[in-house]
Structure formats: C-alpha cells, structure tokens
C-alpha cells in the first residue's frame, strides 16, 4: 500500500478509535478539518510537519502513522 493510503488509513482508524470528530482532530493538530478530510480521503499530500502535528495530536510517533 503507498505511503498516502497507510497514512490515510491510519488517521481514519486512530481518529475514530479516540472518538473524536474530524473537527476534533483538526482542532487538536492545528490544521483545517477539510484537511484531515483530504488525508482521510489520501486526496493531499501532506508534508512531514502536517504529519507531525497529527502524530502529537494522538500523542504517539510519526512511525505508528504510517505502519501497516
């Protein structure tokens, strides 16, 4: 699976497992909710800081965003 996919796939599952909203993580990452839409949807690519501040949003490291 390419990179974009496992990393949209990951924020989807991890998001949804805390319960919260897609305005919920946006809020807590400090990006757009259309945004974590688009990662969701793997439609933007995004770039390692955007995908840091998911990875601290969830409080786990950028590694368990983008394994299978």
Known sequence: ME???????R????RREKGWSQEELAYRASVHRT???QIE???KVSSIVTVEKVARAFEIKIGV????
């Open 65 to 68: 965003l983008l394994d299978e």
């Open 41 to 43: 949807r793997a439609t």
């Open 3 to 9: 990179i974009q996919k496992r990393l949209a796939t």
């Open 11 to 14: 924020v989807k599952a991890l």
């Open 35 to 37: 945004f974590v839409s």
